[in-house]
C-alpha cells in the first residue's frame, strides 16, 4: 500500500510525516495568503495569478524561484513559510479543519468539477513512479477516488468543509470553470482581494491586466508544467 493517515490526511509515503507535521503546526502570519485546494483543481494556475499580481506582471528567474516563492506546505514543511519573501502565497491542500487558520490571513479557495479533477488526477498519478501506478487503469484510480483512497482523502469531504466557510471574509471561493470562462474578471476580483492596492494598480494599467491573462493563459502554463515535470522535478527528487 502506498498510502497512510498522517494525523487526519490520506497521504502518499512521498509525503513525509515529520515534515506534514510540521505544516500542520504552522501558526500563520498576519500578512500570509494562503492558495488552498483538493488536487489537480486549479492550483497551479492559481499560483501563477497569484504570484503575477504580487510582482506586477515580471515573471521568475526561474522554476526554483517560483517554487520557492509558492511553496507547498505539506510538502516542504514550516521552514518553507517562515523564510518566504513576502507578498507570496502559500500552497496547501489541507481540508478546512486542518488548515492552519487566521483570521488575519487570506484564502483563496479553488474547486473544479469532480470528474475533470479525478481525470486530471489519474494522470497525475499514474505518471509519477513513486505512486507505482504505471500500468494502472482509470477504472481503478476512479474507485479509489470515490472511496476517498487517493492523496488528501476525499474530494467531496474537502470541499464542503471549505464551501461551509466561504462567506467568512478572508475566504474567496472560486470554481476553476467560473475562471477559466472570465478570466479577466476574476483577475480584478483576485487582486482587489489580495489589497486595495493591488486591485488599483490592474485598474489604472490595463496593460497589466493584459500581460497576467498572457502570461497565465493555455500556452504559456503548458510550457511551464512540461518543463517543470521534464527537468525541475527530477533534478530536485534525484
Same mark, same amino acid.
Given at each position: @500500500?502506498?498510502?497512510?493517515?498522517?494525523?487526519?490526511?490520506?497521504?502518499?509515503?512521498?509525503?513525509?510525516?515529520?515534515?506534514?507535521?510540521?505544516?500542520?503546526?504552522?501558526?500563520?502570519?498576519q500578512?500570509?495568503?494562503?492558495?488552498?485546494?483538493?488536487?489537480?483543481?486549479?492550483?497551479? *494556475?492559481?499560483?501563477?495569478?497569484?504570484?503575477?499580481?504580487? @510582482?506586477?506582471?515580471?515573471?521568475?528567474?526561474?522554476?526554483?524561484?517560483? =517554487?520557492?516563492?509558492?511553496?507547498?506546505?505539506?510538502?516542504v514543511?514550516?521552514?518553507?513559510?517562515i523564510?518566504?519573501?513576502?507578498?507570496?502565497?502559500?500552497?496547501?491542500?489541507?481540508?478546512?479543519?486542518?488548515?492552519?487558520?487566521s483570521?488575519q490571513?487570506?484564502?483563496?479557495?479553488?474547486?473544479?468539477?469532480?470528474?475533470?479533477?479525478?481525470?486530471?488526477?489519474?494522470?497525475?498519478?499514474?505518471?509519477?513512479?513513486?505512486?507505482?501506478?504505471?500500468?494502472?487503469?482509470?477504472?481503478?484510480?476512479?474507485?479509489?477516488?470515490?472511496?476517498?483512497?487517493?492523496?488528501?482523502?476525499?474530494?467531496?469531504?474537502?470541499?464542503?468543509?471549505?464551501?461551509?466557510?466561504?462567506n467568512?471574509p @478572508? &475566504?474567496?471561493?472560486?470554481?476553476?470553470?467560473? =475562471?477559466?470562462?472570465?478570466?479577466?474578471? *476574476?483577475?480584478?476580483?483576485?487582486?482587489?482581494?489580495?489589497?486595495?492596492?493591488?486591485?488599483?494598480?490592474?485598474?489604472?494599467?490595463?496593460?497589466?491586466?493584459e500581460? &497576467?491573462?498572457?502570461?497565465?493563459?493555455?500556452?504559456?502554463?503548458?510550457?511551464?508544467? @512540461?518543463? =517543470?515535470?521534464?527537468?525541475?522535478?527530477?533534478?530536485?527528487?534525484?
Amino acid at each position: @500500500n502506498m498510502y497512510r493517515e498522517v494525523d487526519g490526511m490520506y497521504l502518499s509515503l512521498g509525503f513525509s510525516e515529520e515534515v506534514v507535521r510540521s505544516a500542520l503546526a504552522y501558526k500563520p502570519r498576519q500578512d500570509d495568503v494562503f492558495i488552498v485546494s483538493y488536487p489537480k483543481c486549479g492550483t497551479t *494556475w492559481m499560483q501563477h495569478i497569484v504570484y503575477y499580481i504580487f @510582482n506586477g506582471g515580471k515573471p521568475p528567474k526561474d522554476q526554483r524561484h517560483f =517554487l520557492a516563492q509558492t511553496p507547498f506546505l505539506e510538502f516542504v514543511g514550516v521552514e518553507g513559510a517562515i523564510y518566504l519573501s513576502r507578498p507570496a502565497a502559500i500552497k496547501t491542500h489541507m481540508p478546512f479543519h486542518l488548515q492552519p487558520f487566521s483570521d488575519q490571513s487570506k484564502y483563496i479557495y479553488i474547486t473544479r468539477n469532480p470528474f475533470d479533477c479525478c481525470v486530471s488526477f489519474y494522470y497525475h498519478t499514474k505518471h509519477l513512479p513513486e505512486y507505482r501506478f504505471e500500468d494502472g487503469t482509470f477504472d481503478e484510480f476512479f474507485e479509489f477516488f470515490l472511496k476517498g483512497q487517493v492523496d488528501f482523502g476525499d474530494y467531496f469531504t474537502h470541499l464542503l468543509s471549505w464551501y461551509e466557510e466561504r462567506n467568512r471574509p @478572508n &475566504i474567496m471561493f472560486v470554481t476553476y470553470e467560473d =475562471l477559466k470562462k472570465d478570466t479577466r474578471v *476574476w483577475i480584478q476580483k483576485l487582486a482587489d482581494f489580495l489589497g486595495e492596492e493591488y486591485g488599483r494598480r490592474l485598474r489604472e494599467h490595463p496593460d497589466l491586466l493584459e500581460r &497576467i491573462l498572457e502570461l497565465t493563459g493555455v500556452k504559456h502554463m503548458k510550457g511551464w508544467v @512540461n518543463d =517543470l515535470m521534464g527537468n525541475v522535478l527530477p533534478q530536485v527528487c534525484s
